[in-house]
Nanobody
Framework: QVQLVESGGGLVQAGDSLRLSCAAS????????MAWFRQAPGKEREFVAV???????YYADSVKGRFTISRDVARNTVFLQMNSLKVEDTAVYYC???????????????WGQGTQITVSS
């Protein structure tokens, strides 16, 4: 099992930038696929971005070109740089990890507690 702790959420204005961090422990970080999901009020949790252990990255269409996922293996940490934030990006953001994660919630076995991001207009 992997323990994940997110940080970096908060209240920002539309157009602002924010960076989320997720610190992982409990398993060799370099072996993990790491992802970010988000859940807005009244909606299902949705995929945002994933970085494979080999370095390949994939993004949801809604964030492509604005968000960047990266990882620091030495620090066992994955980041989500979010630029040009929109009101519709408001959600609780979750970090997720798995040895062979996909693009769906059910593909990931380890989850963080979530961090709230609120984007005001």
């Amino acid at each position: 099992q992997v323990q994940l702790v997110e940080s970096g959420g908060g209240l920002v204005q539309a157009g602002d930038s924010l960076r989320l961090s997720c610190a992982a422990s409990g398993r060799a970080f370099s072996m993990l696929d790491m992802a970010w999901f988000r859940q807005a009020p009244g909606k299902e949790r949705e995929f945002v971005a994933v970085i494979r252990r080999g370095g390949n990255v994939y993004y949801a269409d809604s964030v492509k070109g604005r968000f960047t996922i990266s990882r620091d293996v030495a620090r066992n940490t994955v980041f989500l740089q979010m630029n040009s934030l929109k009101v519709e990006d408001t959600a609780v953001y979750y970090c997720a990890a798995d040895l062979a994660g996909g693009l769906k919630v059910r593909d990931f076995g380890s989850w963080g507690q979530g961090t709230q991001i609120t984007v005001s207009s």
